[in-house]
């Protein structure tokens, strides 16, 4: 089970800090990462880092303004959201992929366990 969190209304330039914690099964080898979806639109790829390594890999969307982290301790991932743009606006999924590389991670079909969105919404 993936419960994810700390979305909520900000204008535009401010931050939000997203967390999903891993709860249940177990695995050996796996990376975990956020996707998002704006109304109307696809489901796209945020970022993901793995959870052995602590490799990330981020969308050139929002390299430079938002970074990634884990805590193995709490199975928590988290998502620190800064500069904030009105196109960040959408609904922000948690994911996680029986892949240790998130280098691998683009695609919503590879993905293996999906947690709840959490709303996220930009103001100009």
């Known amino acids: 089970q993936l419960q994810a969190c700390g979305g909520g209304l900000v204008q535009a330039g401010g931050s939000l800090r997203l967390s999903c914690a891993a709860s249940g099964r177990t695995f050996s080898t796996y990376s975990m990462g956020w996707f998002r979806q704006a109304p109307g639109k696809e489901r796209e790829f945020v970022a993901a880092i793995s959870w052995s390594t602590g490799s990330i890999n981020d969308a050139d969307s929002v390299k430079g303004r938002f970074t990634i982290s884990r805590d193995n301790a709490k199975n928590t991932v988290y998502l620190q959201m800064n500069s904030l743009k009105p196109e960040d606006t959408g609904v922000y999924y948690c994911?996680?992929?029986?892949?240790?590389?998130?280098?691998?991670?683009?695609?919503?079909?590879?993905?293996?366990?999906w947690g709840q969105g959490t709303q996220v919404t930009v103001s100009s």
């Open positions: 994911a996680i992929r029986l892949t240790t590389y998130a280098s691998r991670w683009s695609r919503k079909e590879d993905v293996d366990y």
